[in-house]
T-cell receptor, first 114, second 116 residues
Framework: DAGVIQSPRHEVTEMGQEVTLRCKPI?????LFWYRQTMMRGLELLIY????????DSGMPEDRFSAKMPNASFSTLKIQPSEPRDSAVYFC????????????FGPGTRLTVT | AQKITQTQPGMFVQEKEAVTLDCTYD???????LFWYKQPSSGEMIFLIY??????QNATEGRYSLNFQKARKSANLVISASQLGDSAMYFC?????????????FGAGTRLAVHP
C-alpha cells in the first residue's frame, strides 16, 4: 500500500511568489495534518482536517498561508506571497482515526525562498 | 498546557548495545497518548511506537519498547541490540484530549549515533 505522497520534494522560489504544496494521504485515513519543521522551532502543526473538514488551523502562521482538502485523497498548502522565513521542510501526515492515533508522514517538501 | 521535554540533545551507543532515550511530558488531560518517531538523515519521519495513557502494559514493537512511568510522567524509548541503521534523530510526541484529540506536539529530539 502506498504511503503518504507529497509533491514537489524540493521547491526553490523567489520572495513574493506563490507556492503550492500537494499531498495525497493514505487511502482510508480520516485525518490529514500539515506540519512545518525548522531548526529554530522544531516540528509544528499548522492545520489538520478530519473527513476533509478543517478542524484546527491555529498553527497557521498568518494569512499568507492557506490549506484546502477538496476530497479525501488530496490536500494543498498554499503560501502567497512567500517570504524567506517560510523556508522549511513541510510534512503532510495522515492518520486512520477511529481509535488509531498513529500518524504516518510523507517524505516532506523542502522549501527554499530566496 | 501540554509539553514534551527531551533533555538529551545527543547520545551515542556501541553497536549491539541497548540505549534509552529520555522523554518527559506534562499534561492535565486524563487521557493522552505518547509516540516515538525516527527521522534518519534522509528526512522522513517514521512512526515507531505508541503508548496510550490507560494501557496497562508497556508498548513493544520489535527492538523498540516504551518504558512508560505514569507517575513520573516519563515515556522513555528503549532500543535493544542497536544497529548502525538506528543512527537518526528521535522525537517523542504526545496527543491529548484538550486542544484537539488528534493533535501532536513534539519534543526537540535526540540525535542518536551508533558506533561500530
Amino acid at each position: 500500500d502506498a504511503g503518504v505522497i507529497q509533491s514537489p520534494r524540493h521547491e526553490v522560489t523567489e520572495m513574493g511568489q506563490e507556492v503550492t504544496l500537494r499531498c495525497k494521504p493514505i487511502s482510508g485515513h480520516d485525518y490529514l495534518f500539515w506540519y512545518r519543521q525548522t531548526m529554530m522551532r522544531g516540528l509544528e502543526l499548522l492545520i489538520y482536517f478530519n473527513n476533509n473538514v478543517p478542524i484546527d488551523d491555529s498553527g497557521m502562521p498568518e494569512d499568507r498561508f492557506s490549506a484546502k482538502m477538496p476530497n479525501a485523497s488530496f490536500s494543498t498548502l498554499k503560501i502567497q506571497p512567500s517570504e524567506p522565513r517560510d523556508s522549511a521542510v513541510y510534512f503532510c501526515a495522515s492518520s486512520p482515526g477511529q481509535g488509531s492515533y498513529e500518524q504516518y508522514f510523507g517524505p516532506g517538501t523542502r522549501l527554499t525562498v530566496t | 498546557a501540554q509539553k514534551i521535554t527531551q533533555t538529551q540533545p545527543g547520545m551515542f551507543v556501541q553497536e549491539k548495545e541497548a540505549v534509552t532515550l529520555d522523554c518527559t511530558y506534562d499534561t492535565s488531560d486524563p487521557s493522552y497518548g505518547l509516540f516515538w518517531y525516527k527521522q534518519p538523515s534522509s528526512g522522513e519521519m517514521i512512526f515507531l511506537i505508541y503508548q496510550g495513557s490507560y494501557d496497562q502494559q508497556n508498548a513493544t514493537e520489535g527492538r523498540y519498547s516504551l518504558n512508560f512511568q505514569k507517575a513520573r510522567k516519563s515515556a522513555n524509548l528503549v532500543i535493544s541490540a542497536s544497529q548502525l541503521g538506528d543512527s537518526a534523530m528521535y522525537f517523542c510526541a504526545m496527543r491529548g484530549s484538550s486542544g484537539g484529540y488528534n493533535k501532536l506536539i513534539f519534543g526537540a529530539g535526540t540525535r542518536l549515533a551508533v558506533h561500530p
